[in-house]
């Protein structure tokens, strides 16, 4: 395991949890959302939560979250399921809205934690990366051009990491847009998926 300043998980959680590093940047105030236990095999990595997911503390609460279990063939309880499914976004607390929708995740809140928690997921075998900010943490100069270049390019990626575009309704044009997306990366992440959380 990577050296970490915290001696268990646990421990760790607590100290995120009680995170108020940018709290005068955030309009709703801090409320971290993500979950994690060290036997998780599969990490989801999104962005920032919306106001829906704040007022719940559950993570992919939402639309999202209903088109993101779809995509990975998942149903809500192993979704749901911590020990099996990490779920860490880029960005933790809700970061309040701008002209063009949400804002992006809040930059202190990666730089602070995600080291420390990835250091207690050893067992992580697929990362699933939703939207931009995730890829542009996980995969740097390894990304493409663009979101769809790089989601288009994830056989580059695979079988450790999938880019995925976010899953939001916003993105129905993109869908219909890049049926490849449906017919050749969705049954493939499946087959991955079930090959690692079934029973
Ligand atoms: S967004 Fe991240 S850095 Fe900011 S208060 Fe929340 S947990 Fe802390």
Not at 59 to 67: H, I, K, L, T
Not at 115 to 138: C, D, M, N, S, Y
Not at 174 to 179: E, G, S
């Amino acid at each position: 395991m990577a050296a970490t300043a915290y001696r268990s998980l646990e421990s760790l959680l607590a100290a995120v949890r009680a995170c108020r590093a940018c709290e005068a940047q955030l309009p709703l105030g801090p409320r971290p959302v993500l979950r994690a236990a060290q036997t998780a095999r599969i990490l989801i990595v999104g962005q920032a939560p919306g106001a829906r997911v704040h007022a719940s503390g559950i993570p992919w609460d939402d639309a999202s979250g209903a088109r993101l279990r779809d995509w990975l063939g998942m149903d809500e309880e192993a979704f749901r399921d911590e020990s099996r499914v990490a779920i860490i976004p880029t960005g933790f607390c809700y970061p309040g809205r701008g002209k063009s929708g949400d804002l992006p995740p809040r930059p202190e809140c990666a730089r602070l934690w995600m080291g420390e928690l990835l250091a207690w997921l050893p067992h992580i075998e697929l990362t699933l990366l939703v939207g931009q900010h995730a890829q542009r943490r996980f995969l740097g100069d390894r990304r493409k051009a663009t979101l769809s270049h790089t989601v288009r390019a994830w056989r580059d990626y695979a079988p450790a990491h999938f880019p995925l575009p976010h899953p939001s309704p916003r993105n129905n044009p993109w869908l219909a847009a890049n049926p490849w997306f449906r017919q050749r990366l969705l049954p493939a992440l499946q087959t991955r998926v079930r090959e690692i959380v079934a029973p």
